[in-house]
């Protein structure tokens, strides 16, 4: 199982959290990520990750490709609704990428619970 991790600034910290009370589950699968959210995934939680540029500099479109590749079996991407971003059309493309290709998509914890259990079962 292939999952993508990605988390705007203002999310990070709760990305870590959500990582560390899943890594159990989360260990066992291949984990893509984003340049900083990987960084911070990586260092905090000791987990592997395999990842991309930043996404500002193009990871949320490399993630994108590899969904349309049919490599990503399901994402969460903890957006941040009240900052603007200079890549949004990125962020609309890996959005929309997930849809066309009917992966499961969460965009926020409560949401990336509920995806991580149906994926990979509760842990
Ligand atoms: O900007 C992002 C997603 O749109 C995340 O990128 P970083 O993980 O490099 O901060």
Request: one cysteine or more; proline letters at 3%.
């Amino acid at each position: 199982m292939r999952i993508a991790l990605i988390a705007h600034d203002e999310l990070k910290d709760e990305m870590v959290e959500f990582v560390t009370a899943h890594a159990d589950a989360l260990g066992e699968c291949d984990l893509v990520t984003t340049g900083t959210t990987g960084k911070r995934i990586a260092d905090e939680t000791g987990l592997a990750v395999n990842r991309q540029a930043s996404g500002p500099y193009g990871g949320d479109l490399q993630i994108g490709g590899m969904i349309a590749d049919d490599e990503i079996h399901g994402v969460v991407f903890l957006r941040d609704p009240l900052t603007a971003q200079a890549h949004e059309p990125d962020i609309s493309a890996l959005l929309r990428v997930c849809d066309v290709k009917d992966v499961p998509l969460a965009t926020n914890v409560a949401s990336a619970e509920m995806v991580v259990d149906g994926l990979l079962g509760g842990d």
